[in-house]
């Protein structure tokens, strides 16, 4: 195991896993009032709390390529291969890595947590959708009395569902 001096990258590095798990908890309760405008059918408000998420993505998006830049430094200092490297590797690596081992547990549960609740938003979104989509085609599929050049064709085309001997 190497042990990590301060003019090393794992300061900056533990600085952006902490800014990236903020802003992970905030994708996290925007997931979580989505559910909740999605059970009570506020499509509306669902606009503001995307406005919200794109925000958060965006910053997560720049976080994401700094922890990058600084991951690839840490491969060669540490001669690890770019293609092995995760952040339980470098914890695995370096001494006194507690704190960084604690930030990358919490980043990946969190991330965890975010997908589950997105999976069920996406879940709340789909279902209803797919509801919509098939009473769509029940109806396109409905010739109805008329041809499609206009002529009334006496014999209809959509028959009960009931029994005619009822």
């Not at 003019?7 to 997931?31: A, G, N, S, V």
């Not at 958060?56 to 840490?74: D, W, Y």
Request: aromatic residues 6%.
């Amino acid at each position: 195991m190497r042990k990590f001096c301060m003019h090393d990258q794992i300061p900056e590095l533990l600085t952006i896993l902490r800014d990236e798990i903020r802003f992970y908890h905030d994708l996290l309760e925007c997931e979580h009032r989505k559910t909740t405008l999605l059970a009570e059918g506020r499509v509306d408000e669902l606009m503001d709390c995307n406005k919200a998420e794109e925000d958060s993505v965006t910053h997560l998006q720049g976080l994401e390529a700094k922890r990058l830049r600084i991951c690839e430094k840490l491969c060669e200092e540490l001669n690890i291969p770019r293609e092995e490297f995760t952040l339980i590797r470098l914890v695995e690596t370096l001494e006194d890595s507690r704190e960084l081992d604690e930030s990358a547990t919490l980043l990946r549960n969190v991330v965890r947590r975010v997908q589950i609740v997105g999976a069920r938003n996406r879940d709340l979104i789909e279902k209803p959708l797919r509801y919509v989509e098939g009473m769509l085609s029940v109806f396109a599929n409905a010739a109805g009395p008329y041809q499609p050049n206009g002529t009334f064709n006496a014999e209809a085309s959509v028959y009960p569902t009931f029994s005619q001997n009822a």
